[in-house]
């Protein structure tokens, strides 16, 4: 099981080339790929979304929010802001859930790098 950021997941849908985009196709064809449920929430109202793939988007299936979440997500961001990292809500949710379910991040956005220096993030 793997999962993909938004970022990434935009540019498989946009049909651009990339080794993110490589991933998310391989995973989507073994049904390996999930999402954080607040990339569902970006990928929805992004507007730019191309037609038709609004189900795909629904489809495809998600990490659980699990007991604790809330805490434990604001806890890896005090982390980071203790460094001197400045990590958006959003980027600190998709890294929460996958460090919650151990599952490796396909991302082309540099700000999950943190989350992998001093959260364990594993990325791909």
Known sequence: MICSD?????????????????????A???????????????????PALPVGMQDLVLRTPLLEITSGYWER???TRALLIRHRYRPKIAATLIAQS?????????TR??????????????LL
Do not use: M, N, W
């Open 98 to 106: 996958c460090l919650d379910h151990d599952v490796p991040l396909i």
């Open 73 to 75: 997500a604001g806890r």
């Open 109 to 122: 956005d540099q700000d999950f790098q943190p989350f992998r220096k001093l959260a364990g993030l594993r």
């Open 28 to 46: 989507l064809g073994r049904r390996f790929l999930k999402l954080a449920p607040v990339s569902v929430t970006e990928l929805i109202s992004y």
């Open 6 to 26: 938004t970022s990434s997941f935009i540019a498989f849908l946009q049909g651009d080339k990339g080794h993110d985009v490589d991933l998310i196709a391989e």
